[in-house]
């Protein structure tokens, strides 16, 4: 069975940095997407990456948060820097190929001071 594994959430403090990953199981998927769902609003995409390496953003995480893959490891991350308090959230991690889309189980990022 195919699986995603999220690791790299925790609290830290406004204006600070994390890096959340995102292991796949196999080297399938062509396009992987980091959503994040805050409490009582629904999920939104964050950031997305193809294959071929191209990206796109979020209005809300533009120049903050920067999304990368390591295709060798079948690991794809999620670097975020000048965290504000309404980044927080859990950060899920999808990835898709065909009709097929597998979710991770999620990962707690807190921003608080």
């Known amino acids: 069975q195919v699986q995603l594994v999220e690791s790299g959430g925790g609290l830290v403090q406004p204006g600070g940095s994390l890096r959340l990953s995102c292991a796949a199981s196999?080297?399938?998927?062509?396009?992987y997407y980091w959503y994040r769902q805050a409490p009582g609003k629904q999920r939104e995409l964050v950031a997305a990456i193809t294959s071929g390496g191209s990206t796109n953003y979020a209005d809300s995480v533009k120049g903050r948060f920067t999304i990368s893959r390591d295709n060798a490891k079948n690991t794809v991350y999620l670097q975020m820097t000048s965290l504000k308090p309404e980044d927080t959230a859990v950060y899920y991690c999808?990835?898709?190929?065909?009709?097929?889309?597998?979710w991770g189980q999620g990962t707690q990022v807190t921003v608080s001071s």
């Open positions: 196999e080297s399938i998927f062509s396009i």
């Open positions: 999808n990835a898709r190929i065909a009709t097929l889309s597998i």
